[in-house]
Structures are given as C-alpha cells and as structure tokens.
C-alpha cells in the first residue's frame, strides 16, 4: 500500500523549496580530503524529472547563514541595533535580529542566534537559545545505519522500500560486483562490519520517472504525531567506488520531502551530490534539512541516483548511517 501511496505522489508533486539549507559538507576524517572540495553541480531543475526539487540551486532565500559566522550585520534597520555591541540594557536588541535579552535573546551580539533561529543538530551550538544543542530525534527510522539485509528478502537492506529496481544491500568487507561479475575488490562501508546500500542506474525502467532510482522510507501522522510545523534533518554518508564509479552526468544525493494528505508536494531540500567530481572510494558526509508546514500530513526520506542520459551515465553508488527525523 505503502508503494501506491507513493506513486502516486510523483504524479501529483508540485511545489517548491521552502525554509530549506545545506548543513555541512565533510569528508570522514580518516579520508584526508581538502576543506574545499565541493561537487560541480547540485542537481538542476533543467535536467532533472519534474518531481525533483524546483529550486535549481537548492539555495532558499530565507537560508540561515553559517551560524558560527560572528560578522557585523551592518544595517539592519534596526534603530536598538548597536553594530553588535552589547549595550548591557537588556531591554535592546543589540544585534538587531528581532529579539532581546529580556525577550530571550541568548547571545544578543550574534543576529544568527535568537529563540526563532534554526538549531543545527551536533554543531555544539545553541542557536534557538533553547538551553541544548539540537538532536535529531528519533522518528522511528528502521535500519538506518544499513547494517540489516531484509531476512525475507536476501540481497536488499531490512525497512527500505524502492522504485526504478535497481538497488541492493552491499556487506562490508564483501566483493564488489558489476553486470560483468566480480570486480575483485573488496568493499568497505562506512561502518565496519555492517553493510550499506547500492544504488545505481535503472535506465528507464521506473514508469514514473525514467532515470530515477529511490530508496525510500516514509512516515505519516497519526493522532498522536505529525510532522506539520517541524524541521527535519537527513545526514547521510555518501561515496562511489573506483570499482564502478560514477560516470557521465550521473549523480546522487538524498532529498526530504514533505507532502499533504493527497501527495501534494509541500516543500522539500536535496543534500549535497555525489558526481565524476566527487572523489572515488572516500565517504562523504552529506546533510540538508526543510521546515515542513502545516498542511505537511507525510515526510519522506529519500536516496535517489538520477541519470540524464541512459546511453553515457553511468556507475554506482553507495549510502550508508543514514539519520533523518525532526531537530529537537
């Protein structure tokens, strides 16, 4: 049923990203990769199916700047903004982001940080002046470090669903297979001693995407729960194997998607993508988040590989310790 619901929310998807940003692009510490390393492209609306994000450059224009970024607003319009000086009255909002002290203002000589602010999740940093760093909370998730093969169905990660066909759980520390057969190299995931999950091309055999392979997981509200009104973070680890990597203008990324009671899309962020740019054999972190709004009844977490031409892209891709659930 699960699988209906979702197919036929890629007929009825329109809409646009709201209240979405990038979190953090990191390569794993023991990869040694430069700081500034970042991929050619985020996925573009001009070659990507029409359910895919609206924005082209996933850069909302309400996008939080870098919280740890301390520099001078400059004019705010604010007459009480004092340049970022603490006037010491609590009563004035000295970095002119619409709240004082007095009004809650944890740290009034940074605009970034006030009570209406975004928390970023693990950054060791109060931005919503709640008291704690942002988590991400447990949303129910199943087998999101990927370490489970489905006991009923051998071959494919446990709680994944899927459209396009073209995906399977990969053990780690097993061998690496093409449509030749082995490649004689040994994969390593993410996580040692579990598994993660391939994903490659499905050259045209998703019927309502052509180009498109997803891998799926999604929750819906009950009385008890919705997921109106919140922010979700996805974290993921990426990377493509020297084995079989990415080639042409094959790429891929994770994507959130929040939609109403009949499939409508109502808002949605990709992370950042894997691609021929990206180096080979090195997990990267990828991360995004969106603020769903009240009519959001479903949110999706989603791993999606996209191919524009079936003839030249090329490759495979693995994702492994995948977090999504609301900031809390």
């Known amino acids: 049923m699960t699988n ?10 329109t809409g646009s990203n709201k209240d979405t940003g990038f ?30 994000p609206s924005n082209p450059n996933n ?29 010491g009255d609590p009563t004035i909002d000295d970095d002119g982001d619409g709240f004082s002290e007095d009004m809650g203002d944890c740290n009034d000589t940074n605009a970034q940080i006030n009570p209406n602010a975004t928390d970023f ?10 008291g704690a760093d942002a988590v991400i909370a447990n949303i129910g998730l199943i087998n999101g470090n990927l370490d489970t093969q489905d006991p009923n169905n051998a071959g494919y ?17 097993g061998q690496i297979t093409t449509i030749n057969g082995s ?12 598994g993660a999950v391939k994903i490659w091309g499905d050259y045209g055999n998703n019927p309502l995407s052509p180009g498109e392979t997803t891998v799926y997981q999604e929750f819906i509200a009950t009385t008890d729960w919705t997921p109106a009104d919140k922010v979700f973070w996805l974290d993921i680890w990426g990377t493509h194997h ?22 409508n899309l109502q808002g949605d962020a990709v992370t950042q993508a894997l691609d021929t740019n990206t180096q080979q054999t090195q997990w990267r972190k990828m991360s995004t988040w969106v603020r769903c709004n009240a009519n959001t009844t479903i949110v999706q977490a989603v791993l999606l590989f996209s191919q524009t031409n079936t ?6 891709v693995y994702f492994d310790d995948v977090q999504f659930g609301p900031a809390e």
């Open 311 to 316: 003839s030249t892209d090329h490759g495979a």
């Open 157 to 173: 990660p446990l709680g994944w669903l899927n459209l396009g066909g073209a995906y399977a759980w990969q053990a780690d520390n």
């Open 23 to 52: 979190y953090v692009d990191l390569y794993d510490s023991n990869a040694n990769q430069p700081d500034d390393e970042q991929p050619a492209n985020e996925p573009n609306s001009t070659n990507q199916p029409t359910n895919e």
């Open 121 to 130: 999740p693990g950054d060791g940093q109060d931005q919503d002046c709640s």
């Open 183 to 194: 490649t004689g190299q040994i994969f390593g995931a993410h996580s040692q001693g579990g």
């Open 242 to 263: 020297s084995a079989d990597p990415l080639q042409g203008n094959a790429r891929a990324y994770g994507v959130i998607r929040c939609f109403d009671s009949a499939y």
């Open 4 to 13: 209906i619901l979702f197919m036929l929310s890629q007929l009825a998807c």
């Open 59 to 87: 850069q909302p224009t309400n996008e939080p700047t870098n919280p740890t970024d301390t520099a001078n607003p400059n004019d705010t319009g604010n007459p009480n903004d004092t340049g970022n000086q603490n006037s």
